[in-house]
């Protein structure tokens, strides 16, 4: 999605979000793709970087919506706010993530958790690493549709 429509459905899937989080969710997708990291672990986007900035904020929001949908609107919310702090997390570490606050973790405990690789479970969720708007659009239940493609 493009960053336009990325900001307003952020912001109407977690109401009360703070604008400045919302913008840097589109910084991150911005430098994932100057750092040469593509959505799948892809090695780059044949379409270009806007087509690869546009796969960010997809899987960014669809993870954010997975959150919602697996967890609750105000848990949502804690992970959108992140980018306040500033910190943005990959989408395959937000399930970790939300497993912290539903467990009472407070969102500065979160850049912590990370420099520790706390947030990173390939192993053990049927969490995707890179969720994708078709699996909120169509009912699929992401418990059966793990995204591990290259």
Not at 18 to 41: I, L, S
Request: glycine fraction near 6%; aromatic fraction near 10%.
């Amino acid at each position: 999605m493009k960053k336009e429509q990325f900001i307003s459905a952020l912001t109407e899937l977690t109401p009360g979000c703070k604008p400045e989080a919302v913008e840097m969710w589109t910084q991150f997708a911005k430098e994932r793709v100057e750092a040469g990291q593509f959505v799948n672990f892809a090695e780059s986007n044949p379409d270009g970087e806007e087509a690869a900035r546009e796969d960010w904020m997809d899987s960014i929001y669809a993870g954010i919506s997975l959150i919602k949908q697996r967890f609750n609107e105000d848990i949502a919310l804690q992970i959108t706010n992140l980018g306040a702090l500033p910190f943005c997390l990959y989408p395959y570490e937000m399930h970790e993530a939300a497993k912290h606050f539903a467990n009472g973790g407070k969102p500065e405990d979160i850049p912590k958790l990370n420099k520790k690789d706390l947030l990173i479970n390939f192993d053990k969720d049927d969490w995707p690493m890179f969720p994708k708007p078709e699996m909120l659009s169509d009912g699929t239940d992401c418990e059966e549709s793990m995204d591990m493609t290259m």
